[in-house]
């Protein structure tokens, strides 16, 4: 089907063919509309699959860490363009097949999609945006509350804070001194450690129990995962907000050509 796009568009575009569309109907015409597409869809095409990767990308690359922030905005962000980008590779087949066969039936539910496809992204986008410009806020309210309350007796939060000591080679959400007013060390888990074992430079059994800069991370979480969120936040806006203006002129092209297609046309190719 893209062989066939991509031929129809070639045959559109010779000298002889845009001298009739001057002669018949100028650069409206059904055509002309129709080679519109053809280019517009491949781009589309394109431009769905980034959105796509960008919002696998952030999903599989930072999953763990999201159990952290207390927003559903990061999350919601990625999911949000990852859905745009499955509709719009289903979406351009759908085009294709409606512009070959000057379908309006196709042709509307094309549209619909474009409509869906934009809406998507630019909710991503706007969300994104928000939350990168209140992303040090949230995360300096809820980080030492996660650290604080859920270290030790939450599984999979402990494990994200486990990694994340080691990953950003940190040690609790503002500093190291986070873990002495923690309920891992008020309710006796921490035993005579001071900070738990994933804040050391070399991580042993019960190594927490000296927190000299020497033998840990004297530096606190936030600092680098506030860059770390706020860097992907600024990719998934630029993702979304960018790639829907795309979506524009697609919207354009094929309502106009699904009004043209209203009336038989003797001059249409």
Known sequence: MLMRCFNLLSDGMTQSSVGKYRKDEG?????LLRNYLYIFNFFFLIGGGIVLAVGVWSILT???FITLLSGVSYP???YLLVAAGIVAIIATFIGCLGICKKDRCFLLIYILMLLLVFLLEAKAGI???IYREKAYNDLQVHLNETFSKYYGFDETKTSAIDN???????CGALSHRDWQRSSWKGMGRAGNNLVPDSCCIT???DCG???HPSNI???GCIHKLKTLVKDQLGYLAIAGLGLCILQVFGIIFSTCLYVKLKTPDIADI
């Open 127 to 129: 969300l994104a945006y």
């Open 209 to 211: 129990i000296r927190e």
């Open 203 to 205: 991580v042993t059994q």
């Open 76 to 78: 919601l962000t990625s």
């Open 217 to 219: 991370f004297p530096v």
């Open 27 to 31: 650069w409206c015409s059904k055509s």
């Open 62 to 64: 930072e999953h763990e």
């Open 164 to 170: 994340l000591h080691q990953e950003f080679r940190c």
